[in-house]
């Protein structure tokens, strides 16, 4: 099955990112032919910004968010957005480096990056908007 969406919403809180790994499991299951590897790589990307929006997400407990996700030949695709405020620190030339082995935190963007064909971010009017695209040879 190909050119199919799956799309889900909710708040950013850690118990609606269980709704969030629910689904990447059923579209795992839904869609065999994917390779395993790419679909893990994909679902540690989805989830390590949806986790950013979740602790960092402002105004605490009120963000709301909506999670696209788009089958097709070759490619995992999705849309995560949400109505926090702004994201200031994005640099869409910047190499989203790991920090040091000592920092705290700081490395959800560089492993997504890292793991991702694609990684964009915009605003868009009052949301922010993340992109992601994972590809396999189909």
Partial sequence: MTGEHYEIAGLAVPRDMEQLHDLLERVSTEHPHIPASDVMMFETAVM???NNVVEHGRPVGQVA???RLDVSPGALTARLADSGEEYAEWDAAATHDMP???AESGRGLPLASAVLDELGYRREGESNVWTMVR???A
């Fill in 135 to 137: 590809r396999w040879q």
């Fill in 100 to 102: 040091g082995e000592m």
């Fill in 65 to 67: 968010w909506h999670f």
């Fill in 48 to 50: 390590e910004l949806a």
